[in-house]
């Protein structure tokens, strides 16, 4: 089986996993706890918010743990959004965050808060104008991703953030799930004040995430209990987890820069071989080195729906995703291809292809050859059901 559904998730780094295990095994104290066993506990978690804190440019204490990318984009919008409201009512995002930011701030819509959801361009970016244009006085919140999970497009995290520095009553999170131990951010270069990620993309475990709060930052928890990570998020702190985002950090950061250009280098050439052997493909999102992820690839099938086209590749044994995995079982319109401008039938003829660190050169060109064999097949079917 060839896995390319790596923006979905990873599977597990096998030293994760043996370090998963350890920790289960022998490290299994509340860290909360007097005792030695919990004192044990408590120096991983500490040891592991070192980590993440490093890899972010930050200090350990603007790491929290959560339950993953979820709940970290949770805490930050609503935790800011309730604390800061009476500062104003206006909060920004864009039209394509994955759907535990997009979500949350059409919920806090029907709260009262006014929205301006920043449209992209063809390629999924935003411009940086209609940011400038849409700020107010009364602008408590920015949310912009780094790294989109549909396409792969990269926002200008920096230039956002320069902007986003002369207005001191707006507060900047990022949601970079699909780019932590990937794409190298700097909280304090991009001057960001709140930032998620989410260990399982990360060749980590499921259920683990962060959330790095600018120190002064302050939130009102989701959830309330025991007091732990400073009172901004209660309950039992995950130490297998935490412990295994730390190794996988660790891991990917050793590896970063040999597997990006590596990744970079595949999908050029996964794509320069599909547009030369197939007809009517369209490659969404932005394929320059600097503006898309190097591991994300999305093309469009014209005619074809991406539910059936998964479905072939998967007779082929490649799994690969249509639209992001949260969504895919729904068949609408990719939203976020939808706000890039492109037509339904483009959007709903969608799949994403996405490397992991356990991905070679053979599964790409092999995925080359399941979709030369699948996709002149299913084309001529669909023709002859139009007739
Ligand atoms: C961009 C983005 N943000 C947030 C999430 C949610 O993260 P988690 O699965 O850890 O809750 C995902 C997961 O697909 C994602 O791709």
Known sequence: MIYLDNSATTPVHPEVLTMLTDVIEQCYGNPSSLHNMGV????????ARKVVAEALEATPQE?????????????AIRGIVEQYQSRGKH?????????????????????GFRVTYLPVDEVGRIRLHELEEAMTDETIL??????????????????????????????????????????????RKAKVDA??????????????????LRKHVVIKPLLI?????????????????????????????????????????????????????????????DQTQAGGAPYII???????????????????????????????????ASRVLSAMGLSDEVATSSIRISMGYQTEEQDIMDCVKALERVVPNLQQVMKVRRK
């Open 142 to 187: 920015v949310s912009i991703m780094h790294v989109n999970n549909e396409v792969g497009t990269v926002q200008p995290i920096e230039e956002i953030g320069a902007i986003l520095e002369r207005y001191p009553k707006t507060l900047f999170h990022v949601d970079a799930v699909q780019s932590y131990g990937k794409i190298p951010l700097s909280v």
């Open 40 to 47: 044990k506990a408590e120096r991983l978690v500490e040891q």
């Open 91 to 111: 909060i920004i995002t864009t039209m394509v965050e994955h759907p535990s930011v997009f979500e949350v701030f059409t919920y806090l819509e029907k709260q």
């Open 63 to 75: 790491i929290l743990f959560t339950s993953g990318g979820t709940e970290a984009n949770n805490m």
């Open 225 to 285: 209990g025991g007091g732990q990570e400073n009172g901004m998020r209660s309950g039992t702190h995950n130490v297998p987890g935490i412990a295994g985002l730390a190794k996988a950090t660790i891991l990917a950061k050793k590896e970063q820069e040999r597997r990006m250009n590596q990744f970079q280098l595949w999908k050029e050439r996964f794509i320069e071989t599909i547009m030369d052997k197939l007809d009517h493909v369209i490659v969404n999102g």
């Open 298 to 332: 999305n093309l469009s099938f014209s005619g074809m729906k991406s539910e059936v086209l998964v479905h072939a590749l998967e007779t082929e044994h490649v799994l690969v995703s249509s639209k992001s995995a949260c969504s895919s079982k729904n068949e609408r």
């Open 195 to 212: 930032l998620s990620l989410s260990a399982h993309k990360l060749h980590g475990p499921k259920g683990t995430g962060a959330l790095y």
